[in-house]
């Protein structure tokens, strides 16, 4: 496509339950980032893939988040048991390659009640 | 570490006045410096970047000169319109880093006809 593409754009999930958030990046982009973006916080960096090295996931906030990209493409934040602070846009983005001008997707909306 | 301070909003103006939005940063070496803009219900996009010092972005009329010797980025324009609503971030990319990059927590830019 055209973009990043994320989905879902939107997710409400209960407490305690895991969600998985999906990152299409832009076609031929080797970098891909995850950022979280909520209110107070503003944005935060969360893991980094670049080609196949090991991701940097050095802004995972606790071991109930984690990531994958396969193949090299796309990409899935997996948040396990989720608590009510986890509520926030996380934000998908990728670049050519690093340091490289970076693309953002729309976001996936997570709200936990 | 390294750090974006930029002014806090919100920030209300009218149709054609003057804007300016303030951004400071910390860093180790000389960082590349972006703006970033979030219209409403869409992704974030690169208005504008700088990668040494002296240097100027430009986009959509809005400008910012990277100024080592104050380490500031701001940004500016000097008629404003509707159009412009939204929420601005500043950030920056070390030198030496993946291309990661540190966000402001964002300015929001109301402007009324």
């Known amino acids: 496509g055209a973009g990043v593409s994320q989905s879902p754009s939107n997710k409400v999930t209960e407490k305690g339950k895991d969600v998985e958030l999906r990152c299409d990046p832009i076609s031929g982009h080797t970098a891909l980032y995850w950022y979280r973006q909520s209110l107070g916080q503003g944005l935060e960096f969360l893991i980094y893939?670049?080609?196949?090295?090991?991701?940097?996931k050095s802004g995972l906030p606790s071991d109930r988040f984690s990531a994958e990209r396969t193949g090299g493409s796309v990409s899935t934040l997996t948040i396990q048991r989720t608590q009510q602070e986890d509520s926030a846009v996380y934000l998908c983005?990728?670049?050519?390659?690093?340091?490289?001008?970076?693309?953002f997707g729309e976001g996936s909306w997570l709200t936990v009640v | 570490g390294d750090s974006v301070t930029q002014m806090e909003g919100p920030v209300t103006l009218s149709e054609e006045a003057f804007l300016t939005i303030n951004c400071t940063y910390t860093?180790?070496?000389?960082?590349?410096l972006f703006w970033y803009v979030q219209y409403p219900g869409e992704g974030l996009q690169l208005l504008l970047k700088a990668t040494k010092a002296d240097d100027k972005g430009s986009n959509k009329g809005f400008e910012a000169t990277y100024r080592k010797e104050t380490t500031s980025f701001h940004l500016e324009k000097g008629s404003v319109q509707v159009s412009d609503s939204a929420v601005y971030f500043c950030a920056l990319s070390a030198r030496g880093s993946q291309g990661n990059l540190i966000f402001g927590k964002g300015t929001k830019l109301s402007v009324k006809p």
């Open positions: 983005a990728s670049s050519l390659q690093e340091r490289n001008t970076i693309y």
């Open positions: 860093a180790t070496g000389y960082p590349s």
């Open positions: 893939f670049q080609g196949n090295s090991a991701p940097d």
